[in-house]
């Protein structure tokens, strides 16, 4: 059975950094292409960040883009996503998301709340 599991969400004063972590587990990591999504109350879930299977390729939400970056190690079957710079609209529940390439579904984890404020 496929898990994504979430970490690293808080609280943090808007400027600061959060770096959030995904492990995941009932799938061969390194074949699938990763991303992380966000939603914030009464919003639509939005990609973020997503990054290719060797982790050479990120693409990234524009408001995101400078201040987040993505990463992967394929050895420890993780994601990652170092946030800096933060701002109260990055606040929302943030999802790591898993998808073979050419395939329309994936696996979510459970999500792992960020909250910026002072």
């Not at 990609?47 to 992967?72: E, K, M, P, Q, W």
């Not at 993780?78 to 994936?106: F, K």
Request: overall charge positive; some cysteine; charged content about 20%.
């Amino acid at each position: 059975q496929s898990q994504l599991a979430e970490s690293g969400g808080g609280l943090v004063q808007p400027g600061g950094p959060l770096k959030l972590s995904c492990s995941v587990s009932g799938f061969v990591f390194i074949n699938y292409n990763m991303s992380w999504y966000r939603q914030a109350p009464v919003k639509e879930r939005e990609l973020v960040a997503h990054i290719d299977t060797t982790g050479r390729r990120a693409n990234y939400l524009d408001s995101v883009r400078g201040r987040f970056t993505i990463s992967r190690d394929n050895v420890k079957k993780a994601l990652y996503l170092q946030m800096n710079s933060l701002r109260p609209e990055d606040t929302a529940v943030y999802y790591c998301h898993a998808r073979y390439p050419g395939h329309t579904d994936g696996h979510w984890g459970h999500g792992t709340q960020v909250t910026v404020s002072s």
